[in-house]
Structures are given as C-alpha cells and as structure tokens.
C-alpha cells in the first residue's frame, strides 16, 4: 500500500526564518514520484516540484528546497526566509509505476507565516 | 501557460439531484482525473481515464460516479443522487503521458449539497 505521512499538521513561523515541512512516504514499488503541491486560500492546487526515485539529487528553487533521502524515506520540503505569501497548505504526494499515475496525498501541513 | 479549466467554481445542489461537473484538460494530455477534498482534510483521488475508458478508480468512486470525455475537450463528472456527504471540492487534473509527467490541477469545483 501507499502511503505519504505529514505528521505535522500545522506550523507557525514568524516572516523570514527557515521552515521545514517533513513528509515520510511508503510504498513497495521502486518506481514511484514524489511531488510537492502547495494550496493557498483560495484553494487551488499548485505544483511545486516532481521527483523521481532514481534522482536523489537535492533541489533548490529560489527560495525553497527539497531533500529527498530513500534511506530515511523522506522528502521534505525547506523555505528559507518564509514570506506572508508562503501561507498556506502544503501538501507531500506519490505516485508509482503500478498506480496509473494515481497520486496519493498526505494530509497536508498548514503554514501560517507571520508578519 | 495551459491551465485545466474547471466549471462552474461553485455548485449548489438539493440532495438527491443529479450534478455534472466540468472540465477542459490541457489540449495535449492524454491523461484525466478527477479528486476530491472535503474541506479540511486531505485530497483523495477517485478515478483515472485514459483512451476513453477507465484506467482506475478509487472505493469512493461507486456507481453513484461516472465520468465521460463526450467530446475533444471536455470530461466531466457525473453524481447522481447527490448526498449531503458529498459536500467537497472536486479538482480536475491532467497529465501529458506517463509517469513521469506531473499533474496539473484545476482550480477546483466547490459542490456544496443542501
């Protein structure tokens, strides 16, 4: 079975520290995506990132950062200098060889930066 | 940039009609689906459609569900005999092929059942 677990369900930074969002996934298949979507208040999905289970290789993306570890079956998510408009609701996914691309979602980690 | 359209942004329903929410993938996408999100809690997927059939779907998608592509553009989502827990955000999601293409989401239909 799949399964993505954000055991942190909400957390709260004040604007322009670091903030890490861990994301713990599980799956049989050795094929399989990992991605990060982020959901603002209005409510729709954005994608932030897409990572492959071959590609261990960090990423960084201006402000954010991803460090992905198979050893440790984790993906998590790294903002530096949060802003206001980081608030929202992220959320860690995976999908895998068998699935048909179907992705299944962690909870979700709700993010409030303050001013 | 292509986006995934979603209509209409919110739908108000009677419990026990029938819904039908729409959808326009990216042109070039082969690959469809549909989740849902009760509010608060965590996106759940429902079904998968790709060459016209289904390719998977999800214990939620009962036959209650049903999805169709009538025509080069559109796949809509059907609920019949709507529920009060049926009540959610429903999000339309394409994909170019494969597993390596991510998602791309619409903004979501919000169905609110009275």
């Known amino acids: 079975a799949q399964k993505v677990t954000q055991a942190q369900t909400e957390i709260s930074v004040v604007e322009k520290e670091d903030v890490t969002l861990d994301c713990v996934y599980e799956t049989r298949d050795t094929t399989y995506y990992l991605f990060w979507y982020k959901q603002p208040p209005s409510g729709e999905l954005v994608f932030l990132i897409r990572r492959n289970s071959f590609d261990e290789q960090n990423e960084i993306s201006g402000r954010y950062s991803w460090n992905f570890q198979k050893s440790t079956s984790s993906f998590n998510f790294t903002i530096t200098a949060s802003q206001v408009v980081d608030s929202a609701v992220y959320f860690c996914a995976l999908s895998y060889s068998g699935g048909y691309q179907k992705v299944t979602f962690g909870t979700g980690t709700k993010l409030q930066v303050i001013p | 940039e292509p986006e995934v359209t979603q209509t209409p942004s919110h739908q108000v329903t009677q419990m026990g009609q029938e819904v039908i929410l729409r959808c326009v993938p990216i042109?070039?996408?082969?690959?469809f689906y549909w989740y849902r999100q009760i509010l608060g809690q965590k996106v759940e997927f429902l079904v998968s459609f790709y060459n016209n059939e289904i390719s998977e779907k999800s214990e939620i998608f009962d036959d209650q569900f049903s999805v169709e592509r009538p025509d080069g553009s559109n796949f809509t989502l059907k609920i019949r005999s709507t529920k009060l827990e049926d009540s959610a955000m429903y999000f339309c999601?394409?994909?170019?092929?494969?597993?390596?293409?991510?998602?791309?989401f619409g903004d979501g239909t919000r169905l609110s059942i009275l």
């Open positions: 042109s070039n996408h082969l690959y």
């Open positions: 999601a394409s994909s170019e092929t494969g597993l390596s293409q991510p998602q791309h």
